[in-house]
C-alpha cells in the first residue's frame, strides 16, 4: 500500500499508540508466552503408579507372592501352617527325638535321658524331627500315618505337603538324624505338633 507524499518529500510516518506500561509501540511488544504450570496431580498419580508396578515385578519375581508354600510360617501355640517337608523313605526309621515332655498322647520316642521310652508311643503320636524346604526344623508326629505315605515312595529325596497345627513351642528336646548318629540338643525352642493331610505333591 503506497503512503501518501509528505510535504518534506517522504512518506508519512505511521504513528502506533504507546503501551502506557512498556513506553513502546504497541505492535513493537513481543508476543506473550503462556506457560502452563504441570500438573502436580497428574505427576503424582503416574510416580504412585510406577512404584506399584516395580514392586509387583520384584516380588513376583523373589517368589514372595500368596501362593508360596511355607511363607510367613506363624510359629505360635494353636496355628496352622502348611508346610513342605523334604524327605527321603529310611526317615521314618531314621529320625527320633529325646524329651523328658509330654504334650497329650505326643511324645518322643526317647525320654529325657536319651533312653528309649519303656512303652513308645503308636506312630500317629509319635513325634519326630523334620526339615522344611524353608529350612525350618519342626517336630510333628501323624506324618507317616497319612494314606499317600502308604504306598511306594520314590527312591531319591522328595517333599511332602501337609497341615502342621502346632501344639506348643518346646526348648528341652534332643534330635537324631541317624540311628547311628547322637542326639543333638536344640537351641532354641521348636514348634512341636501334629501333621495331617499329608500329600506326596505330584
Request: aromatic share 8%; hydrophobic share 45%; charged share 20%.
Amino acid at each position: 500500500m503506497d503512503l501518501p507524499p509528505s510535504p518534506f518529500g517522504g512518506p508519512v510516518p505511521v504513528v502506533r499508540p504507546l503501551d502506557p506500561d512498556r513506553n513502546v509501540p504497541i505492535a513493537s511488544r513481543a508476543p506473550t508466552r503462556i506457560v502452563r504450570e504441570p500438573d502436580v496431580l497428574a505427576r503424582v498419580t503416574l510416580a504412585f503408579f510406577t512404584v506399584a508396578v516395580a514392586a509387583w515385578i520384584v516380588l513376583s519375581w523373589t517368589g514372595y507372592r500368596g501362593d508360596y508354600v511355607g511363607a510367613q510360617q506363624a510359629w505360635h501355640r494353636g496355628a496352622h501352617n502348611l508346610v513342605e517337608i523334604t524327605l527321603v523313605r529310611e526317615d521314618e526309621t531314621k529320625l527320633a527325638c529325646a524329651s523328658g515332655v509330654s504334650l497329650g498322647a505326643l511324645a518322643c520316642a526317647f525320654d529325657g535321658d536319651r533312653h528309649p521310652r519303656a512303652v513308645a508311643p503308636p506312630d500317629p503320636d509319635l513325634l519326630r524331627p523334620y526339615s522344611t524346604t524353608g529350612g525350618d526344623v519342626i517336630v510333628g508326629a501323624g506324618l507317616w500315618s497319612a494314606a499317600t505315605l502308604r504306598r511306594p515312595l520314590p527312591a531319591e529325596r522328595f517333599t511332602v505337603v501337609c497341615d502342621f497345627e502346632v501344639v506348643d513351642l518346646v526348648r528341652s528336646l534332643s534330635l537324631r538324624w541317624a540311628p547311628d548318629a547322637a542326639f543333638d540338643a536344640a537351641t532354641k525352642s521348636l514348634p512341636v505338633g501334629r501333621l495331617t493331610g499329608c500329600t506326596v505333591p505330584p
